[in-house]
């Protein structure tokens, strides 16, 4: 047995036990993968996967398990290369952070580039996608957290931790029928036409509960992942938008009038996600703690260390 049947093996089940996506993954051969698969098999003495033919289906059940100490010790591997990679340059290094367009055009700019101030040595990748999108960067370890409202917490391999709770806005053009409201109504917003997110992304489930809640069918004529894509039909006319309120700026946005919404649609959570099991580099705490003040380095650290839990110490 050797790592490269263990890499192998994964980042098939990874590829949907699509040995040449693996293979192009792992810049080796297709018969490379199958080859390394059969040793591995023959060396355990079961088999890891069933097939039809010379086509794989799905794992056993023996497969299972055998893919999950696989997985645990890659992560081991893993871990032991980034203490080494911790002690030889502490304060350098990469950070890979996954987010949403919203986090990462309105929360993580000052976040980014004060870190940068105090780690200079230290690269930052940011990755953004959807929330699903981002929880499988986590998860497949390309990404060292996630910031994401959403899926987060849907995945039991992942840690998170709350960050800090927002809520969404009406956003109008002056001179709009609802600019002097003082208290929106879920039977008023709607009347109008209106402009948000796309289902699985920035509360989007909520704003859709509390219509249905109501017996309300909301007018959606627009939705998108871009809260910047959502302003932009928002002044051209298109409709009322629903969008969160970090990306409201009463400087920036002169042309929109901002109206508050948490009393029909409720707080919305923002998290931040690790792959548990997984070692991080001692700089990946202080950039949490740039992220929100309620999570301070040392219980960060401690949480990871698993000495304490984060759903008793971090709460919002």
């Known amino acids: 047995m050797n790592l490269h049947q263990f890499r192998f093996l994964q980042e098939a089940v990874r590829r949907k036990l699509n040995l040449t996506e693996a293979a192009r993954a792992l810049h080796t051969s297709q018969p490379g993968v199958s080859k390394a698969i059969i040793e591995l098999e023959s060396e355990l003495g079961v088999e890891i996967f069933s097939r039809h033919g010379k086509r794989i289906r799905k794992l056993t059940e023996p497969g299972v398990e055998v893919l999950r100490s696989v997985d645990i010790i890659l992560r081991e591997v893993a871990n032991l290369k980034r203490i080494g990679q911790d002690y030889a340059a502490r304060d350098a290094g ?17 976040v980014i580039a004060e870190f940068r101030r105090r780690m200079p040595a230290v690269q930052v990748q940011l990755l953004q996608g959807t929330p699903d999108q981002v929880a499988q960067a986590v998860r497949e370890e390309r990404a060292d957290l996630g910031l994401a409202s959403e899926s987060l917490q849907d995945s039991p391999d992942l840690l998170t931790l709350p960050c800090y709770s927002w809520q969404h806005l009406a956003v109008v053009p002056h001179g709009h029928a609802l600019c002097d409201r003082t208290e929106l109504t879920l039977a008023e917003l709607a009347t109008f036409p209106l402009v948000t997110y796309e289902p699985t992304f920035a509360g989007r489930r909520q704003i859709d509960a509390a219509f249905a809640h109501a017996n309300l069918q909301p007018q959606i004529v ?9 302003k932009t039909y928002v002044e051209l006319g298109l409709g009322v938008g629903l969008i969160a309120e970090m990306a409201i700026s009463a400087e920036r946005d002169t042309a929109l009038r901002a109206l508050p919404a948490g009393h029909l649609f409720g707080q919305q959570l923002t998290r931040v996600a690790f792959k548990r099991g997984v070692l991080q580099r001692s700089f990946v705490p202080l950039f949490t703690e740039l992220i929100s003040p309620r999570l301070p380095r040392k219980l960060v650290e401690q949480t990871l260390r698993g000495e304490l839990d ?3 110490v971090f709460s919002i």
């Not at 990469?94 to 700019?109: N, S």
């Not at 627009?222 to 959502?230: K, N």
């Open 94 to 110: 990469q950070l890979t952070v996954a987010a949403t367009h919203t986090q990462a055009r309105y929360k993580l700019p000052w």
């Open 222 to 230: 627009l939705e998108a992942l871009d809260s910047d894509v959502l």
């Open 310 to 312: 984060g759903q008793d």
